[in-house]
């Protein structure tokens, strides 16, 4: 994950590993994968957002744990990219919060 965070900081995109049905609550676990590469990102002027999860759209640093190993979905890239997605989810009838 370091290096694809890396390498999206370098040259721009963005990083998906968004929840499925497989695994609801996204695999990233949030505490050592999630905040701090969303910390990095924001630093960097880009967008962390957990995408749709637990019924609304919203920013990885603002989850709260609630085990040692909870986990979450993770879209982080550029604000451009990352726009790009929120208007997705906007023509979907969704309400992404102002990134």
């Given amino acids: 994950m370091v290096a694809d965070i890396h390498r999206t900081i370098l040259y721009g995109g963005i990083y998906l590993y968004p929840a499925d049905n497989k695994s609801p609550k996204g695999k990233l676990r949030l505490l050592y994968e999630g905040i701090p590469m969303a910390m990095i990102i924001e630093q960097a002027g880009g967008i962390a957002s957990t995408g749709l ?5 919203g920013k990885v640093s603002e ?32 309400t992404p919060p102002a990134l």
């Fill in 53 to 57: 999860f637990q019924g609304k759209i």
């Fill in 63 to 94: 989850l709260v744990p609630d085990e040692i190993h909870a986990k979450c979905p993770i879209i982080m890239g550029g604000k451009r990219d990352v726009q790009v997605l929120m208007d997705e989810y906007t023509a979907a009838g969704l």
